[in-house]
């Protein structure tokens, strides 16, 4: 199972600004194991971040995004409490949903 | 494993030959100030904290009454003030040996699965989550151990020495690579540990997470490392050459500000 | 649903109600990978990768701001952030011109999404990065070099 993400959510001056760290091997499908056998690629493909339950952004990721995902965004409004929530996807149909309190 | 060896092989010979940047050029400080918002090593420290608190083991305990040496389960501060002579088990102990000694003691998790297990693996890995999670209850702490106690003295001792020490197929010391100012190994710079503020560079920004390998490794870790590209015997985990060397670092550097966990390239 | 569908599609990225309906539980996660712009991921060279996501050849502006070191100390993980001036930028794509596949990741920026996301990407080698916005329609970029000291993909 996907291990949790760690997000941080703060509200100041109107914008909340968020930063996710995704645990993700983030495998290209390019790299060889120690037998020279293709490691098969393993990446995060779609994740989106919602705002109480509107959506605040929706991404697509490659196997260029280095492993640990890191993701900083921000949007308009928010206010302390409010929910934050970021569900990942990745190719092999692995997901993890993640939701803290903007502080 | 044997290709990681060669390119260390290589970096060592390469070391001083002509590099492809000029010095000048290569100023990572825009670089790691970007990595530090947000640094991997958190992943390990949110492990770590739930670690902490879960009640694990033959005993079936939590680490919350462990005793880092400020008192039962007090984390914030600890790791700044280890190494420390530890007055219950009268050993010098780091952080990852005196976490073991409570994860033997409090939940019967046996020292010798960490001693002879290997790195990033089972309960050594669990380990270095909880170091992840110790040290960054004492980011920006100053670095402060105490060397008053005689066998404190006997390990700095002991650990200067090893410093200096020569040894293996390439007659080797931590010095041949870490006594100088402005020496380094392809990109990376070494920190001159002979001075304070090397010292300091040094201890104060292990345990780091890695980005080369997208892997957390703690001082043990990197001592273990060291020795390795050294091309000498391994040192066996949290042994006192291991333990002196960290006080060694940790004395000179003593009164610099540690930021921890570090992130590395 | 239908509207929304075709101004997802619109985007050129395609990916915005199926993000919805997975937030929503409304799909399975397969089920969206159908969504995940695969010929962009894919795409080897440059133009490929614009005509993938429907930017043609977009106009370089100053007002795309890509916040990257000079120098990355290791190419596993470059940090690059990218903030557009323009306005109703609605959407953002980070492209690596010598990476084996251009593309690295796109945001699709709801209306009160501020123009300013940051990741971290991997780098083959020294190269140019590219940041592709799409704002009220049209789209922009702006280009700025990074050096890698080390490959990244040797670990």
Redesign the interface.
Known sequence: MA??M?IRAAAKDGVTEV?V?M?H?METGQRKD?SGALIPAHFITELSARHNDKLVLSAQFGPSV???P?L?FKFNGGAKGDKLAVTWVDNKGDTRSDEVQIA | ????FK?VALSLALAFAAP??AQD????D???E??A??N?A??YE??GEELWRTARGPKNATLEQCDLGLGAGVVPGAAAQLPRHFADTDRVQDLESRLMYCMETLQGIPSEQIIKGKFLKDERAKLAALVAYVVTHSNGEKIAIDLSHPKMKEMYALGEKAFYYRTGAMDFACSSCHSQDGKRI???QLPNITKPEGAAAGWGSWPAYR????QFWTMQHRLWDCFRQQRTAEPIFASDVTIALSVFMAGKGNGAEAVWPGVK? | MNHQRRGALKTGSGLGVFSLLLAAGMIKPEMAQAAWNKTAFEAKTLDAALAAVDAGKPVESADVVI????????G????V?VLSNIPKTEYIAIMIEKNPNMLAASFTLPEGTLADVQT?VKMGQTSDVYAVVKADGKFYMSKKEI?V??G?C??
């Open positions: 291990s949790p760690r930063r760290l645990a091997v120690s280095s492993t640990n890191y900083a | 494993m044997r290709k990681q390119a492809a940047f050029e290569l100023n990572f825009a670089y790691r970007m990595l918002d947000g991997p958190e992943l949110m492990e392809r990109a990376t980005v080369s390998n997208s390239r | 916040t990257a070191p000079d120098i990355a100390e290791n596993a993980v470059v940090p952030g971290r050096k000291t080390l990244g040797g670990g």
